[in-house]
């Protein structure tokens, strides 16, 4: 899926009525497949992108386009088949504590099935490969039965990342993936989800704190500042007086996230970048 801001603000929805706006005037495209990474300093706005950009949030000004759709000129029906085509996962995952994990990665699944479908896989999980490979792919296939309230913070935060892999959407925003996990485990979740991204042509925005990598793995990298973009660059052109520029008054994340340098090739074929403006 592709998807355009134009001149887009947005304010998150529980900030203070006289608060300054989270997104300000930004614009940008993202096409379909491509891979792309986020960052910024804490109150850059990262988070709220992600909401602007999964229709979670309405922009107070300028237009958002999904699929080439305004998602907010459709019916509420259409609206919510929209919604059932991406894949928000929050930096803390919504997973009920008592659930299971058999029925919280079932939960993905939902958008495409019919209501009694729905009411029954939640009820009784079938067919249950797909969640043991979408757990497998983060190593996690022994939790399958276990209950989300016997999970480490780590283990959840992988939980809400397997869902994407269950789930039938085109767009993946991911916020924060990394921030309970330890480097071993940060390489094994970014690598999967990227690769899963590129093998199913799905298109993957990620916020993340670790510069490093972010510049490592992903093709295209945005910095956000204050509400504005700062730059949309191929990942090579992101320079340390960029870096230093864009963390200005902030250093201390730039020294304390820097994450590990993960060794795995970006693809060959550079993204056509649309600048922000």
Not at 43 to 71: D, E, F, I, V, W
Not at 111 to 130: E, F, K, V
Request: proline share 8%; with cysteine.
């Amino acid at each position: 899926m592709d998807l355009s801001l134009d001149r887009v603000e947005g304010r998150h929805w529980a900030a203070a009525a006289q608060a300054p706006s989270a997104i300000r005037e930004l614009s940008l495209s993202i096409g379909d497949g491509e891979q792309v990474a986020v960052i910024g300093p804490s109150g850059a706005g990262k988070t709220t992108l992600l909401q602007l950009m999964a229709a979670a949030l309405k922009p107070t000004r300028g237009q958002l386009s999904l699929a080439h759709q305004n998602p907010w000129a459709l019916s509420t029906a259409s609206l919510q088949q929209l919604r059932g085509k991406l894949f928000y996962a929050p930096q803390t995952p919504p997973l009920p504590p008592r659930q299971r994990v058999i029925t919280a990665l079932t939960a993905g699944r939902l958008p495409s099935l019919t209501l009694l479908q729905s009411i029954g896989q939640l009820i009784y999980p079938r067919n249950p490969d797909a969640a043991i490979s979408a757990l497998n792919a983060f190593d996690l296939s022994e939790k399958l039965w276990d209950r989300v309230d016997r999970l480490s913070g780590g283990e959840r935060q992988r939980v809400g990342l397997a869902r994407a892999l269950m789930s039938p959407a085109t767009l993946w925003l991911i916020d924060e993936p990394l921030s309970a996990l330890d480097p071993k485990r940060a390489r094994q979740a970014i690598d999967t989800l990227i690769t899963q991204a590129r093998a199913r042509n799905v298109t993957l925005v990620v916020t993340l704190h670790q510069v490093d990598v972010a510049t490592s793995r992903f093709p295209r990298v945005i910095g956000l500042r204050e509400g504005g973009c700062a730059f949309d660059l191929p990942a090579h052109q992101v320079t340390q007086q960029r870096l230093a520029e864009l963390y200005a008054q902030h250093e201390h994340e730039l020294a304390d996230v820097a994450g590990p340098r993960f060794d795995l090739p970006i693809e060959p074929t550079a993204p056509k970048i649309v600048h922000c403006r």
